[in-house]
């Protein structure tokens, strides 16, 4: 089956996903062996020697060593390796250990094309590794079970692994990936080969068009910064754990409390304080800024949250 597939694949925008080398599946595209065996990140030249035979690639999506990194190659070429979602170490390669997160996240990438380049968003998610673990010890891969469980290829001798903090609830064996609502977001701005700091909000509210559906745009102290668009009015509700924080970046925003309104403009913010009833309306369309707890139900319920999204 997998001998099948094309080894690689061009889609839109002079993007190519390979994945070792474009010319060879076993080559790692970022990572480099020494003499000695061991995994260092590759040189500019051999980088460039490797995508030699695809110039036109304005970026290439490349896997293999399941090591998440983003590279800037030759000319305006990005490169980027999403990391993997399965196994977070690759162990069936010689000195393994060195390309090892020592983490059991589930990695994956997202890329979106801007004005000046390009714009890379690393993530590393909890999910239910120990289901994952006990599936590869029940299919005879005890490295594989150990990689998934502890992030290390082989764990130290001696040491005592110290199970992560898990959610109430774990998924069903049959989806192992957990909600995005606890996701750690890593963003890295791409733009010529320079890396930024900066978020276009104006960008991320481009991205989508849906009214009360907030977009994270990024996290801050274990809380989401989102963006959102609102129009009418909203649910009453409350938060009992939390204050709800309200920005207005365009347009008009009420706030209805059960004994009065607050009306807020551009540049202008209110904080309910938790245990506060609430109901935002708009009467035309406005943008807002929202920073709540990462997992804040956006409607006081779980059962009738929105569901997280990014932009």
Not at 32 to 56: H, I
Not at 166 to 184: C, F, G, W
Request: overall charge negative; proline content about 7%; charged content about 25%.
């Amino acid at each position: 089956m997998l001998h099948s597939l094309p080894s690689q694949l061009w889609l839109d925008d002079g993007i190519l996903a390979c994945h070792g080398t474009p010319d060879n599946d076993t080559t790692c595209l970022l990572e480099e062996s020494l003499d000695d065996g061991r995994y260092v990140p590759a040189r500019r030249e051999v980088l460039a020697t490797r995508l030699a035979s695809e110039p036109t690639a304005r970026a290439v999506l490349c896997g293999h060593s399941h090591r998440q990194a983003v590279v800037q190659g030759p000319g305006e070429c990005l490169v980027l390796n999403p990391g993997s979602v399965g196994c977070p170490v690759f162990g069936d390669i010689p000195f393994a250990a060195n390309l090892e997160y020592r983490s059991p996240h589930a990695r994956y990438a997202i890329l979106t094309r801007k004005k000046r380049g390009w714009q890379v968003e690393l993530l590393a998610l909890e999910y239910d590794w120990e289901a994952a673990s006990a599936r590869a010890l029940a299919n005879n891969r005890p490295d594989w079970a150990q990689a998934m469980l502890t992030g290390y290829v082989k764990y130290p001798a001696g040491a005592r692994y110290r199970r992560p903090h898990r959610p109430e609830r774990s998924p069903p064996n049959d989806a192992l990936v957990a909600p995005a609502t606890r996701a750690q977001i890593v963003h890295q701005e791409t733009s010529r080969g320079n890396m930024t700091d900066s978020i276009s909000l104006a960008d991320k509210l481009a991205t989508f068009q849906e009214h009360w559906s907030p977009r994270t745009i990024t996290t801050f102290n274990d809380c989401d910064v989102m963006v959102v668009k609102v129009k009418g009015e909203f649910t009453w509700h409350k938060h009992d754990d939390t204050d709800d924080f309200f920005l207005v970046l365009k347009g008009k925003l009420d706030i209805e409390l059960r004994d009065r309104t607050v009306t807020l403009g551009p540049g202008e913010l209110y904080v309910v304080p938790k245990g506060v009833e609430h109901r935002p309306v708009a009467s035309e369309e406005a943008h807002l800024m929202l920073i709540e707890p990462t997992g804040t139900p956006n409607t006081g319920d779980k059962a009738t949250a929105a569901a997280r999204k990014l932009a």
